[in-house]
């Protein structure tokens, strides 16, 4: 029996929406992210940045707000499985954690040099 329902542009655009609602519900850190965005976007159309800056500086922005969704569907996953604690699941947990943390230090690390090469 196949239970995949059917695939629909428009549905599965639904789909995601929802989603995002979710996250702009229940997800502190997703809220302090495009929050932070708002300015980010703005200063990376004031400053003078490069066109391949300003690419890099939004593409590393998006994959925040990507690692920052997945890290929480992946902690939603966990907490359906199991309201125990167990050392796999704390570890699916802190590694998606630990995604987030990267993403943020490359922001940093791109933002740096970007705003070092332009003063």
């Known amino acids: 029996m196949n239970r995949k329902p059917k695939y629909t542009l428009f549905k599965n655009s639904r789909y995601a929406f929802e989603g995002f609602i979710h996250m702009l519900k229940v997800e502190t850190s ?26 890099a500086l939004i593409g590393a922005y998006f994959l925040l707000l990507i ?33 987030v943390m990267l993403s943020i230090v490359l922001n940093l690390i791109l933002w740096s040099i970007s705003l070092v090469s332009i003063f």
């Open 67 to 99: 690692v920052e969704t997945l890290n929480s569907a992946i902690e939603n996953v966990v907490d359906l499985v199991t309201q125990d604690h167990h050392l796999l699941a704390k570890a699916a947990k802190d590694v998606a954690s630990a995604a």
């Open 30 to 55: 997703f809220k302090i992210e495009l929050f932070v965005g708002v300015f980010a976007f703005t200063l990376i159309f004031i400053l003078p940045f490069t066109l391949w800056q300003q690419f």
